[in-house]
């Protein structure tokens, strides 16, 4: 089975701090992604790699940076937190193929204060 | 751009009953992908179902159904013989087949806001 580990499932941060999620993918996935959930509003992309050191932006990319410097490992970087940056943050993987799924880690509920 | 509708933010169903949840999307390509995800209250996302838009069978996966309409762009999931443990927040998600739209990579998925589907004993 598909393994995607996100670092904390709980993590509280103050205003102005730089805060790292990271991601962890065990199944040698060339595409990862983090995601934004938010009620009402669903999932919303902030970032995506396809490959290491090459990194798009998602839908809603402000605010965030990302780092995949091994193809196993994709780091969200909140460079400066903000309260409307509390939410909850998914990250995903998957193969190539454009019909392949993307396999979903547990989700860090991120909190700043 | 693609858009993807969920139009119930909420539904409910008795146990051993029946549920279909509602999706339609938005799109003007004619190759694409289409996913049923389920996000339980231990929140890890995992993959329901899928189809492929250039079938025309609709996609089965035990009492999960999809009833896909490619003319009307709907795409609807059916739960048969409801479970308890079926509660969970269910995504309708799109991903375009046309790698030209996104350069490298093989295609986001876009998701619509979701439906909470509760089972009641």
């Known amino acids: 089975d598909v393994k995607v580990t996100q670092s904390s499932r709980y993590l509280v941060k103050r205003t102005g701090e730089k805060v790292f999620l990271e991601c962890v993918q065990d199944?040698?996935?060339?595409?990862m992604f983090w995601y934004r959930q938010d009620p009402g509003l669903g999932l919303r992309l902030i970032y995506f790699?396809?490959?290491?050191?090459?990194?798009e932006k998602g839908d809603i990319p402000e605010g965030y940076s990302v780092s995949r410097e091994k193809k196993e490992r994709f780091s969200l970087i909140l460079e400066s937190a903000s309260t409307n940056q509390t939410s909850m943050y998914l990250c995903?993987?998957?193969?190539?193929?454009?019909?392949?799924?993307?396999?979903f880690g547990d989700g860090t509920r991120l909190s700043i204060l | 751009a693609q858009t993807v509708t969920q139009s119930q933010p909420e539904m409910s169903v008795q146990e051993a009953e029946t549920v279909t949840l509602s999706c339609t999307y938005d799109?003007?390509?004619?190759?694409?992908?289409l996913f049923w995800y389920k996000q339980p209250p231990s929140r890890q996302m995992i993959l329901v179902i899928r189809?492929?838009?250039?079938?025309?069978q609709n996609a089965t996966e035990n009492r999960f159904s999809v009833n896909f309409q490619k003319a009307a762009k709907s795409f609807s999931l059916k739960i048969s013989d409801s479970q308890l443990g079926d509660a969970a927040m269910y995504f309708c998600?799109?991903?375009?087949?046309?790698?030209?739209?996104?350069?490298?990579?093989?295609?986001?998925?876009?998701f619509g806001k979701g439906t909470k589907l509760s089972v009641k004993p």
């Open positions: 998600a799109y991903r375009t087949f046309d790698l030209r739209n996104y350069g490298g990579s093989q295609g986001n998925l876009i």
């Open positions: 790699s396809y490959d290491v050191k090459m990194k």
């Open positions: 189809q492929e838009a250039y079938k025309q």
């Open positions: 799109t003007s390509e004619s190759d694409y992908y």
């Open positions: 199944m040698d996935h060339e595409n």
């Open positions: 995903a993987s998957s193969l190539y193929r454009v019909h392949q799924p993307q396999h």
